[in-house]
């Protein structure tokens, strides 16, 4: 399941397929980026972080890429499972406080 | 569990009405910060506190809005003659402060219906 490069507002994903999430951010200036996912009737979760002097960062199953020339941020989820189903959404911090979500991807995992 | 914690988690009232929440941060947070989301949006920055200072409201909507943390503990969200508009998720979450790129940590929220 991937939308390389695009912001898809909706993904379908094989059980146990890679994922990869696209987001867009706005401002050139924000030095600290941050995935959430977000699951019905709850608030956003933390997934990862990364700050602008990376491009890359690991955790468990999930990978995130900054590519600070085209503005872009990627999730990647290794071995989708039916529990990653969820909204996912990046945010920047352009300044030292105020979180500024992007549009949310409701990626869903087919058994 | 030692996450935000918000009371309530839904909140029905009349149009008119004065509605209050409230927002337990994570104990050793000093930074908490208020947010709205309506359905299929991100969240949207509201305000925020450092310890019992606000140090942000630009953002809140209205001046029937107003946001307090009077210990630098907990804090309260209140909306004065609530309005339709008003329908949201008024999500709260904290951060440890004064350390460069720490994470925003969100509670579930309280869903306020106005009728």
């Known amino acids: 399941g991937e939308s390389v490069g695009l912001h898809l507002p909706t993904l379908s994903v094989q059980e146990g397929d890679n994922s990869i999430i696209n987001c867009a951010y706005s401002?050139?200036?924000?030095?600290?980026f941050i995935w959430y996912k977000q699951e019905s009737g709850k608030g956003p979760q933390f997934i990862i972080d990364?700050?602008?002097?990376?491009d890359k960062r690991q955790g468990q199953r999930v990978t995130v890429l900054l590519n600070k020339t085209v503005k872009h941020l990627s999730l990647q989820i290794a071995a989708t499972q039916p529990g990653d189903s969820a909204v996912y959404f990046c945010?920047?911090?352009?300044?030292?406080?105020?979180?500024?979500f992007g549009a949310g991807t409701t990626v869903t995992v087919r058994a | 569990d030692t996450g935000v914690s918000q009371d309530p988690r839904h909140k029905i009232t009349k149009r008119g009405q004065n509605v209050t929440f409230r927002c337990d941060p994570i104990s050793e947070h000093n930074r908490l910060y208020w947010y709205r989301q309506t359905l299929g949006q991100g969240p949207e920055f509201l305000t925020y506190?450092?310890?019992?200072?606000?140090?942000?409201k630009s953002r809140l909507l209205s001046n029937r809005f107003s946001a307090e943390r009077p210990k630098g503990s907990f804090s309260t969200l209140e909306i004065q003659r609530t309005e339709q508009g008003d329908s949201a998720m008024y999500l709260c979450?904290?951060?440890?402060?004064?350390?460069?790129?720490?994470?925003?940590?969100f509670g579930d929220g309280t869903r306020l219906s106005i009728l």
């Open positions: 979450a904290s951060s440890l402060g004064g350390q460069i790129n720490q994470p925003q940590h």
């Open positions: 401002n050139s200036a924000s030095d600290y």
């Open positions: 506190f450092q310890n019992e200072a606000q140090l942000e």
């Open positions: 990364i700050r602008s002097n990376m």
């Open positions: 945010a920047e911090i352009p300044n030292d406080y105020k979180l500024s």
